[in-house]
């Protein structure tokens, strides 16, 4: 046995972990917040309405898909069904990463883009009313039923935001959600 062929049972190993390495990397890491929307776009928050709104979730879906404009094709890096199809491209479907976002922030981004990255800035080719579809779509991957509660500053489920926090200790029945979202 030559020295050579001792180190090829280390070299294995290596060559295995290298390789569970690259899988993990493809894989995004643990959800971690994005930074504050600058000033101008702070304010900036879903028109009344959007986010369950079947006909503003069709149009935002023919944007996103570039049905409405090859130009503004965001399936093309993120896919058709949510699932990215380029390395590197957010993924819709992860709820726990999705909810860290305002919906200020996802407006942010997607009117300016991530630099660095392939994520364009849209907003010289999406309306500020497109903006919000193509965002009222891109949320039902992981987002489904939910709409962002701006004075709660949370994710809540569809119908109920602005309602002040169920008191400590009240039990939060069906009826009681239901009756104030009338
Ligand atoms: C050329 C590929 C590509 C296209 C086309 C594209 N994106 Fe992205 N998008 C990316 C990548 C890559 C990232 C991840 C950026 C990062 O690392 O934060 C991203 C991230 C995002 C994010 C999250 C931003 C963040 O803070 O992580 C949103 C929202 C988004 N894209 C929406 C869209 C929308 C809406 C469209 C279509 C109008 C679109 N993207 C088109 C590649 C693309």
């Keep these: 046995m030559n020295a050579s062929e001792n180190f090829k049972p280390i070299l294995m190993v290596g060559m295995f972990l290298a390789s569970l390495m690259i899988v993990a990397c493809a894989e995004e890491g643990p959800p971690k917040p994005p930074p504050p929307a600058p000033a101008e776009y702070s304010d900036k928050h ?93 949320a039902t991957f992981g987002l489904k039923g939910k709409e962002y509660d701006v004075a709660n500053k949370k994710w809540v489920p569809q119908g109920t935001a602005g309602q002040a926090p169920a008191a400590a200790g009240e039990p939060a029945g069906e009826g009681a959600t239901e009756k104030a979202a009338e």
């Design 46 to 138: 879903m028109p009344e309405g959007y986010w369950n709104n079947p006909e503003i979730i069709e149009q935002g879906k023919a944007i996103f898909t570039g049905a409405e404009n090859i130009d503004v094709n965001c399936a093309s890096c993120h896919g058709k069904d949510g699932k990215p199809v380029k390395a590197g491209a957010r993924d819709f479907r992860r709820t726990e990463q999705m909810t860290l976002y305002s919906d200020a922030q996802w407006f942010w981004r997607v009117s300016e883009g991530v630099k660095g990255t392939k994520m364009k800035a849209w907003k010289t080719k999406l309306s500020e009313e497109e903006r919000w579809k193509v965002i009222a779509y891109e």
